[in-house]
Nanobody, 118 residues
């Protein structure tokens, strides 16, 4: 059974940093495309970053809004994908979701709240 367990969310001041983690189980991690999304209040869910699986040669891509500030990475030994978030601002406040695409199906984490405020 595929499960995604997220951690690392919380409250941080503007300019601060957070690292989100998403541990995957029930899948062959290296074959899965791992993606971070976020959804701010009153807005639609948006793509944040992608870390491709083996079939995509591990390619990473970022939304323009986070490029240069966020870094997605994955640890095959721990079966975990990370999102390092630096230089955070209020516009980054959202619920962040981890997504795994595996065997043509999408699996979602429960979401973790990130709040950036002074």
């Amino acid at each position: 059974q595929v499960q995604l367990e997220e951690s690392g969310g919380g409250s941080v001041q503007p300019g601060g940093s957070l690292r989100l983690s998403c541990r995957a189980s029930g899948l062959i991690f290296n074959l899965a495309d791992m993606t971070w999304y976020r959804q701010a209040p009153g807005k639609e869910r948006e793509l944040v970053a992608i870390a491709g699986g083996l079939n995509l040669r591990g390619r990473t891509e970022y939304a323009d809004a986070v490029k240069g500030r966020f870094t997605i990475s994955r640890d095959s030994g721990q079966k975990t994908v990370y999102l390092q978030m630096n230089s955070l601002s209020a516009e980054d406040t959202a619920v962040y979701y981890c997504k795994a695409t595996y065997n043509s199906r999408a699996y979602w984490g429960q979401g973790t709240q990130v709040t950036v405020s002074s």
